[in-house]
């Protein structure tokens, strides 16, 4: 992605990997400050992962594979009995930090089978390689993504999205924010709205700084004025990425996509859900089965900042102690859908068909 | 209003004259501190309506009565000639305060007009006694709007409100949360749901506290999950206020009524509009000719609240400077509106012809 450090222009992803260190962007830090974490080992890397220094499915997937690329380098010049003991333990270290996250997973069970057969020196080569073909892939399905997904952003767009599915979820381009990205640098003239996204403000805090970053026009709004522009006809099209994607099309995305859905198809606003393959399960038949996290009400009733002098600070909007809810996710069913961006081309309905015949 | 100060239980109104003062909760410091603040002249009440001390139609329009009251009985001394322009003067004080509050105007004309002919002290008695009666009348409004929107409330309920539509936006029990305490009070077992109601937060600060202080069971929400507990048909009813009513039932209210409202007409959910007499504009024919206040941006990224000591801090959610877009209302079309609760009963559609027959 495109960031400015003091004037001058770099292109930075989420996550790297030099050797045996592992980079990556401070999330937490954002976008009050742009830092970059070094993690010298691979307990280091799965500290940064439950420390929530990255988030998003796909970095917290390349991180977990770099974790392990990190563990078989630390681990070369061990006996290969030790060597696949040292490799267990790293594996169960990864899988501990966010237990609920899926790419985590895969991503360790990969390079785990990836080692193979034969000596040490060999299977470390193979962990490595399938570590690095993991960021790969993640970062070709966010480009295809992206030029697809452009072919659906008009001149001129007034485009709405919410929450970050951008860069700083994958390892570069993201997935909502990838078709923003693609149409800005083909010239299209667009100006994004971005929802502030309650409580944890993703939209405000990141996806405003990444789009600041590549110079794209754009407003943070609150949740409660999507609508507002809608039915003004100053939004043109929606576009958001997906937590999970059942096989019938329906979506669990961050908690308040499901209104903005609803609210889209009254005003007869298309609503594109762009995701990779990964976040399609076919496992799951429909958005029922979807079980949603339910966060800490703490979330609800203070917000997160930075005070006037640049001091992170949290303030209680309500009185301590305050009864709240709070349902990190929604379930959009898929009629409200108007396509699915994937790497894999766009997806119309029905979805039953058009998912299997991609991913089945 | 119900109120519980060191464990002991009062019944406060928003705002109240005794003789030359008035008395008023500092909406500033709620929920945090409750205090009572004492104006001792109109000066002093003009500025705290200024000061947003105390904010809400009905409120604002009781402070601006009570402050000509407060005059009135400042210049009782004074020769006739020099009381009528001591009068025109606090008037023009008063109405400067808030230049876009309807009531403020409304309630400085009906003092200045209740003078009418005679002596000093008589003019005097009579504004002071139609400053009182514009606070009985909003006090009779809010009390019948209870009793009739109470029938609407089965016992068992689980209710969303949005902003505070409560009695501090009035001299007591409020609009939307007038039958709300009603039902409460007449044993049935209710639920709320509060929209936090970003960007100004009046839902988890102001009606979290009403309700705590009546010991009516409630839970904030991010604004983001109003959607999620209506398609899982935990809502069974929606009640808010409103800023302003079209003829044709068209209304102006807090950001993000209008996308509440569309998403409880999808999941069938009736949805309520509580609002007086004053508040239906017979002049304007529909919510196409209401013009929607944009505010500072400043309010979208940043949030109020107290820190960990409980001192009033204001963060920056977004980094300082994003750009942000800020329209305080929106305007719900009145086909998404089952019913108005007003003081002369129960509203139904077609609104062009009800509305006119209660109030026409």
Redesign the interface.
């Known amino acids: 992605m495109r960031v400015v450090i003091e004037g001058e222009v770099r292109d930075l992803r989420t996550i790297w990997r030099e050797g045996q260190l592992v980079k990556l962007i401070d999330q937490r830090k954002l976008?009050?400050r742009l830092e970059i974490a070094v993690m010298r080992d691979h307990r280091e890397t799965a500290q940064a992962i439950k420390d929530m220094v990255l988030r998003g499915a796909g970095a917290i997937g390349v991180a977990a594979a770099y974790g392990m690329a990190q563990a078989a380098l630390e681990a070369r010049h061990l006996p290969l009995k030790d060597f696949m003991a040292y490799m267990e333990e790293a594996a169960q270290r990864i899988r501990a930090t966010r237990p609920t996250a899926v790419n985590l997973f895969h991503a360790v069970e990969r390079c785990l089978r990836a080692a193979g057969e034969g000596g040490v020196e060999e299977r470390v080569r193979r962990i490595v390689e399938e570590a690095d073909r993991i960021a790969e892939e993640d970062l070709r399905a966010s480009k295809l993504i992206g030029e697809y997904g452009a072919q659906l952003i008009p001149d001129g767009a007034r485009i709405l999205t919410h929450c970050n599915a951008g860069a700083l979820a994958f390892i570069d381009y993201g997935t909502a924010l990838s078709p923003i990205r693609y149409a800005h640098r083909m010239g299209k003239r667009i100006f994004v709205?971005v929802d502030?996204?309650?409580?944890r403000?993703q939209g405000?805090?990141l996806t405003?700084?990444e789009l600041?970053m590549e110079g794209i026009p754009?407003?943070?709004?609150?949740?409660?004025?999507?609508?507002?522009y809608m039915?003004r006809g100053e939004i043109d099209l929606v576009i958001v990425g997906a937590d999970r994607i059942a096989a019938n099309g329906d979506v669990a995305n961050?908690?308040?996509t499901?209104?903005r859905a609803?609210?889209a198809k009254?005003n007869g606003i298309p609503f594109y859900v762009a995701a990779p393959k990964m976040t399609f399960d076919l496992k799951c038949p429909s958005g029922d089965e979807i079980e949603?996290e339910e966060r800490s009400?703490e979330e609800?009733?203070?917000?997160?900042?930075?005070?006037?002098e640049g001091n992170p600070?949290?303030?209680?909007?309500?009185?301590r102690g305050?009864?709240?809810?709070?349902?990190a996710f929604?379930?959009t069913p898929a009629k409200y859908i108007t396509a699915f961006i994937t790497e894999r081309g766009i997806l119309r309905p029905p979805y039953e068909e058009s998912i299997r015949r991609a991913f089945g």
Chains 1, 2 share one sequence.
């Open positions: 976008p009050h709205y502030e996204t309650r409580p403000c405000a805090r405003a700084w600041e754009y407003a943070v709004i609150a949740d409660n004025a999507a609508g507002y039915r961050k908690i308040g499901y209104e609803v609210v009254e949603i009400p609800v009733i203070t917000a997160w900042g930075v005070d006037e600070t949290r303030v209680y909007i309500a009185k305050t009864p709240a809810k709070n349902p929604d379930v």
